[in-house]
């Protein structure tokens, strides 16, 4: 079936660098994407969201952009900071209409001092 | 901002036990989720709602249940626990017409 995956599982940037997280997805028909970030230990927070009619939105310090083409989703964090250290997942709603959401696994990102 | 919360951080219960998980959330929201989140599975549904008393499976419902008599309010029920329902169990709402969903801190529960 199609679902939402993540090319990587871990990431660790130093303090004051960029991230950039990945998301990959396989269902043409999503026309919504979501970033959420989960700290340990506490639920998944919402971070930013675009829809496929989209190529960009940016928000504060952080931007998603996306590529319909390859279908490739991405979180960019600009100037890093440690209290950014969390997971991070994407999710996607394939166009139905009950607004469920399919979500990645997850990438943990870790920022080093 | 919207406020959902979770009636217990950690449970600990034992194998055969009934066990409820109350989320109440203060945003009005018509919809409300059940997730739970095992390490390398990511976030699966469990059940969810459209509206008061409105219930739809989603992808492993089996061993749980669920009520909602009140829009603010969501329970999940296991009917007799088990081992293999030890996991971190979020639960989520969202407006009727919006997809973003905003999630509770969340409850660990570990079953013996």
């Known amino acids: 079936g199609e679902s939402v995956g993540l090319h990587l599982p871990t990431l660790s940037v130093q303090e004051g660098d960029n991230s950039i997280i990945n998301c990959a997805y396989s269902n043409s028909a999503s026309d919504y994407f979501i970033w959420y970030k989960q700290e340990s230990g506490k639920g998944p927070q919402f971070i930013i969201d675009?829809?496929?009619?989209?190529d960009k939105r940016q928000g504060q310090r952080v931007t998603v952009l996306l590529n319909k083409t390859v279908k490739h989703l991405s979180l960019q964090i600009a100037a890093t900071q440690p209290g950014d250290s969390a997971v991070y997942f994407c999710?996607?709603?394939?166009?139905?209409?009950?607004?469920?959401?399919?979500f990645g696994k997850g990438t943990l990102l870790t920022v080093n001092p | 901002d919207v406020k959902v919360t979770q009636s217990s951080r950690y449970l600990v219960k034992r194998t055969g036990e009934k066990v409820f998980l109350e989320c109440v959330q203060d945003?009005?929201?018509?919809?409300m989720f059940w997730y739970r989140q095992d390490p390398g599975l990511g976030l699966r549904l469990i059940y969810f709602?459209?509206?008061?008393?409105?219930?739809e499976k989603g992808d492993i419902p089996e061993g749980y249940s669920v009520s909602r008599e009140k829009k603010e309010r969501f329970s999940l029920i296991l009917e007799s626990a088990s081992t293999n329902q030890t996991s971190m169990y979020l639960c989520?709402?969202?407006?009727?017409?919006?997809?973003?969903?905003?999630f509770g801190p969340g409850t660990r529960l570990l079953v013996l």
């Open positions: 675009i829809r496929s009619n989209m």
């Open positions: 989520a709402s969202s407006q009727h017409d919006e997809e973003t969903q905003y």
């Open positions: 945003m009005d929201h018509e919809n």
């Open positions: 999710a996607e709603n394939s166009g139905g209409s009950n607004y469920k959401l399919t």
């Open positions: 709602s459209y509206d008061v008393k409105m219930k």
